[in-house]
Each structure stands twice: as C-alpha cells, then as structure tokens.
Nanobody, 120 residues
C-alpha cells in the first residue's frame, strides 16, 4: 500500500504564509503525479495544484500567483508554498499521489489531510 502524510497546516492571519509538505511511502515503483486538493466546510473537494514527474504544473484559478507547488522526486515528496493567504483559503488540504506499485499495478492514494485556517 502507498501512504501519504501531510504536514505544515495551521492557523495564520490573512496575508500570511504556510508551507505544506507531503511524503509518500510504501510500495512505490513510480509516481506519475502528485497534487494538493482542498475541502472547505459544506463544499466539495477541489483541485488546488498538481505536478507531474517531469515538473509540469497545473493550478486552480483561485490560487494562481499565490501558491507554488514543488516536488523532490527522489524522496517522493511534494510541497505547497501558500502566500497571501485569504480567509476563503480555509479548508482541509489533502495530498494525492498517482503512480504504479509495480510495472502494472496502479495506485491512487490520499493523505489524511491537514487543516489550514486563515482568520484574524
């Protein structure tokens, strides 16, 4: 199995910054992509940012220019630098990884989530 562990969430004031981290472990042959999603109370889970093995990135419109996703492939880790945080960024942030446990067995794994609260 593939496990993901997120860290870095917390309480910050509007305009502040946080850096989230996610580490994947377990039976991993190859990671195709990793990403961050978030879910606010009463809302569906939305994509925030993704990064593939080649370094290509995608961002949701509501975080472009404020958030940056990066990865360290050798350690199966991904980070999300969040700047200029707004109250509407408040949500549980989940890490996701897509890949292969062996040459033919694919996985799609999720972390437990880390709470980000932006409030005065």
């Amino acid at each position: 199995q593939v496990q993901l562990v997120e860290s870095g969430g917390g309480l910050v004031q509007p305009g502040g910054s946080l850096r989230l981290s996610c580490a994947a472990s377990g039976k991993i042959f190859r990671i195709v992509a990793m990403g961050w999603y978030r879910q606010a109370p009463g809302k569906q889970r939305d994509l925030v940012a993704t990064i593939n093995a080649g370094g290509g990135t995608n961002y949701a419109d509501f975080v472009k220019g404020r958030f940056t996703i990066s990865r360290h492939n050798a350690n199966n880790t991904v980070h999300l630098q969040m700047n200029s945080l707004k109250p509407e960024d408040t949500a549980v942030y989940y890490c996701n990884a897509l890949g292969y446990s062996d040459y033919r067995l694919r996985f799609d794994s999720w972390g437990q989530g880390t709470q980000v609260t932006v409030s005065s």
